[in-house]
């Protein structure tokens, strides 16, 4: 098998450009921008003799064309690492920036907090962009939110070692609806690696990362069964829990009253956020299932999965009240259309952009309680679940109901 320079099989390879480095850029980075030159040293890019060239291209030559270096994509990392570029792009991050763009609640936001990556735009910058917009953000001052992969291999160090601990999961999958990273630490999961990081427990031992789980030997498409928001089609046979989906699925704006698709549905299917198929839905669980059946038994992972898809059939009977109570106080023009909603009924991913105390707290009992009833149950921590899920769901429905009883009364 030919292999280039740098030790690499692939069909192309940017290792050309590897004398357009050392001499050229590091001299003068040293002075400018010392540890960027540190990290590249004890990268393995560094050790191939890959050089800067290669991923920011060779048009900047000083200061005065700085503007001229390149800000590389993941379409440049995939040149070379074309299996986990491929494998990548079949996944939910690659559509994480399209899938925040197709929240109407991202178009109300201040740009500093998309465009500027100081709000939703700093996790999902690692989706892939469109040719338009990546020529936008290279416009901006240091082109920041262009690239994907080095939001888990930081630049410009690329480590596979620091990839692949949990912590570089951490700056993205914590906090307010998604807070896996609190749910993991603290399960017995995460405190067995941490133990292991703290050199307590011996290398080797069993530890489940994120990644062992959810990048199982390197894979980097990242897909779950229940995926970001917990519903899928079809239908359960329960005629109970089927009814509660439905209303979910109203109050998201990919069904109307009818029961029909709507618009957005199309667009949920574009960001794979729902598994839309049994066979899709099986085969992400048998995968999950596998994984875990490395340290349990097989009859143990099954058995808890139900119990965990049973956390969701509760919570969505939770849910579903809470917006039918909601969507009555529309329908009885008590409340006024969501902004960017669907007409006369709650929109769920109007997120705080609603205007009554009764919708921010929908929104909170659907983005934050339900998200932790469910994401608690799947990652082994019965405290998010119960308390900050389950819990937090019940009193915020206790609220709802009081609250639109009195509406009701103010109203007459």
């Not at 010392?34 to 393995?44: E, Q």
């Not at 290279?138 to 480590?159: D, I, L, P, V």
């Not at 999950?288 to 509760?314: A, L, P, W, Y």
């Amino acid at each position: 098998m030919f292999r280039h320079a740098c030790g690499c099989a692939a069909v192309m390879c940017l290792c050309v450009s590897r004398a357009f480095a050392a001499p050229d850029c590091v001299e003068c980075h040293t002075r400018v921008t010392p540890d960027i030159v540190l990290d590249w040293k004890a990268s393995k890019h560094a050790g191939a003799s890959i050089g800067c060239g290669a991923c920011h291209g060779t048009e900047h030559a000083g200061a005065r064309d700085a503007d001229k270096a390149s800000i590389p994509t993941q379409a440049v990392c995939g040149k070379c690492h074309a299996k986990q570029s491929g494998r990548y792009l079949k996944g939910k991050h690659a559509r994480a920036w399209e899938a925040m763009k197709a929240m109407p609640t991202v178009h109300r936001q201040a740009q500093t907090l998309i465009d500027g990556m100081l709000g939703c735009g700093g996790c999902h910058k690692i989706g892939v962009k469109p040719e338009s917009e990546i020529r936008g953000l290279g416009r901006k001052r240091g082109g920041y939110g262009m690239t994907a992969c080095n939001a888990c291999h930081t630049r410009h160090r690329f480590s596979v070692q620091e990839a692949r601990q949990p912590q570089a999961c951490q700056t993205c999958h914590m906090g307010f609806d998604h807070p896996q990273w609190e749910m993991y630490s603290g399960s017995k999961h995460g405190v067995r690696y941490l133990l292991q990081q703290n050199k307590v427990l011996a290398e080797g031992l069993q530890a489940p990362s994120c990644q062992m789980c959810h990048m199982k030997e390197g894979d980097h498409m990242v897909r779950t069964a229940w995926g970001f928001l917990a519903v899928r089609l079809p239908m359960p046979q329960d005629e109970q829990w089927a009814a509660d989906r439905a209303v979910i699925l109203r109050a998201l704006g990919v069904i109307d009253a009818a029961g029909k698709t709507t618009p957005r549905f199309e667009a949920v299917k574009i960001i794979d956020a729902v598994r839309l198929t049994q066979e899709d839905w099986q085969q992400e669980r048998d995968r999950m299932i596998k994984t875990c059946s490395q340290c349990h038994s097989g009859r143990f992972v099954k058995t808890r999965f139900e119990k965990n898809d049973q956390m969701i059939r509760e919570a969505d009977r939770l849910m579903a009240e809470a917006v039918t109570i909601v969507g009555g106080l529309y329908e009885d023009g008590i409340l006024k259309d969501p902004a960017g909603g669907t007409t006369g009924y709650p929109d769920l991913l109007a997120f705080h952009d609603v205007s009554s105390a009764i919708e921010q707290k929908l929104f909170r009992m659907f983005a934050e309680y339900r998200m932790r009833a469910f994401q608690g149950a799947f990652h082994n921590n019965p405290d998010y679940t119960f308390w900050y899920g389950w819990s937090a769901m019940q009193q915020a429905l206790t609220e709802i109901r009081e609250t639109a009883a009195r509406m009701r009364k103010e109203k007459r």
